[in-house]
T-cell receptor
């Protein structure tokens, strides 16, 4: 089945230690998104890629970076995680922009910062 | 910017009860509206959508009508089942912008 896979499901990292979360897709979708979801809050868009074109949300902290080396993979790098970065990180894809009904989500990576 | 407001959860219902989860939105232009559902341990998945005023989206017994006059898109189901227990997210987008989500409402249905 075509899908979006996030690894790992659970990640524990130390305060200030760089961490990378990964997302892969077999759908060949053009757009990949990273959302941050904290407890009882709305998923918040961090950035998205349209193909190789990177789009950063204005309020995404500089601590968060992303890479998309090819169509299938997208990475979220947190350079110096703080306690406030503990959250669920959701990766999603869509074939094109403006296809709100066509998002496919991974199961998420829950990040704990100790 | 665009935003979505959902009723606070959790919502706990008995099986076969009627469900309403309220959702209102603020947006420039004419957004498309969505309900996504997240079952335990799984990713969000589309439940239903409506792309213009007065459209009704429906799926799996759930319905929601796009009400432009009240800027609302309330989710309803006439008779919930235990298998409907999940977190429900109202969302919107305008044009080519990414989805904007509400906080989610957790529904628990007990037998």
């Amino acid at each position: 089945d075509a899908m979006v896979i996030q690894n790992p499901r659970y990640q524990v990292t130390q305060f200030g230690k760089p961490v990378t979360l990964s997302c892969s897709q077999t759908l060949n979708h053009n757009v990949m998104y990273w959302y941050q979801q904290k407890s009882s809050q709305a998923p918040k868009l961090l950035f998205h890629y349209y193909d190789k074109d990177f789009n950063n949300e204005a309020d995404t902290p500089d601590n968060f970076q992303s890479r998309r080396p090819n169509t299938s993979f997208c990475f979220l790098d947190i350079r110096s995680p703080g306690l406030g970065d503990a959250a669920m990180y959701l990766c999603a894809t869509s074939r094109d922009l403006g296809e709100g009904g066509g998002y496919t989500f991974g199961s998420g990576t829950r990040l704990t910062v100790v | 910017g665009d935003s979505v407001t959902q009723m606070e959860g959790p919502v706990t219902l008995s099986e076969e009860a009627f469900l309403t989860i309220n959702c209102t939105y603020t947006a420039t232009g004419y957004p498309s509206l969505f309900w996504y559902v997240q079952y335990p341990g799984e990713g969000l998945q589309l439940l239903l959508k409506a792309t213009k005023a007065d459209d009704k989206g429906s799926n799996k017994g759930f319905e929601a009508t796009y009400r432009k006059e009240t800027t609302s898109f309330h989710l309803e189901k006439g008779s919930v089942q235990v298998s409907d227990s999940a977190v429900y997210f109202c969302a919107l987008h305008s044009g080519n912008t990414p989805l904007v989500f509400g906080k989610g409402t957790r529904l628990s249905v007990i037998a």
